[in-house]
Structure formats: C-alpha cells, structure tokens
Nanobody, 113 residues
Framework: QVQLVESGGGLVQPGGSLRLSCAASISMWTISQMGWYRQAPGKQRELVAHITSGGSTDYADSVKGRFTISRDNAKLYLEMNTLKPEDTAVYYC?????????WGQGTQVTVSS
C-alpha cells in the first residue's frame, strides 16, 4: 500500500510564500511521475505541476514563474511564491507507478488578508 503524507499548507497573506511537502512510502525507482493537483470550492481539480522520473517539469499557466516543483528521492516539494487569493484550494500530491495513481489526503492552502 502506497502512502503519501502531505504537509506545509496554511494561511498566508497575498504575496506571501508557502512550501508544500509530500513524502511517499515507496522507492523512487518505481515512480513514473509525481505532482500536485488542487481543487478550489466549486471548481474542478486542476493539475498544478508535475515532474517525471527524468526530472522534466511542467506547470499550469496560472502558476508559471511563481511555483517550483522539485523532488528528492521519494519526497516531493512545491515552492509557492507570490501567492494570490485565487491560489486558495486544497492541494493534493500524487504519484504514478505504471498505470496506477496514488493520492495524498490533501492540504489546505488559504491566501487571504
């Protein structure tokens, strides 16, 4: 059973920064890709950023230049800078192993003054 444990969410003012972490209970060698989705109230879940086993990254247009995804073995990070109120959402990490996708429990990020 793959477990993903997220941390780092919270309340931050507009323009502030947060760093999300996600620890996976599996060997990095089995992972095809890892990433982050988010879901705001009343909206569909959207892909924020992902990183492949080879280190290639991709970002949603709305976060390019502000968010940075990185990984260290089986631990995943999302550095979020210049946060905006529209970044408010529950953020979920995921890992893909072959055709299977596993999800974290989600961590709330609230951007508000």
């Amino acid at each position: 059973q793959v477990q993903l444990v997220e941390s780092g969410g919270g309340l931050v003012q507009p323009g502030g920064s947060l760093r999300l972490s996600c620890a996976a209970s599996i060997s990095m060698w089995t992972i095809s890709q890892m990433g982050w989705y988010r879901q705001a109230p009343g909206k569909q879940r959207e892909l924020v950023a992902h990183i492949t086993s080879g280190g290639s990254t991709d970002y949603a247009d709305s976060v390019k230049g502000r968010f940075t995804i990185s990984r260290d073995n089986a631990k995943l990070y999302l550095e979020m800078n210049t946060l905006k109120p529209e970044d408010t959402a529950v953020y979920y990490c995921f890992v893909q192993i072959g055709a299977l996708v596993y999800w974290g429990q989600g961590t709330q990020v609230t951007v508000s003054s």
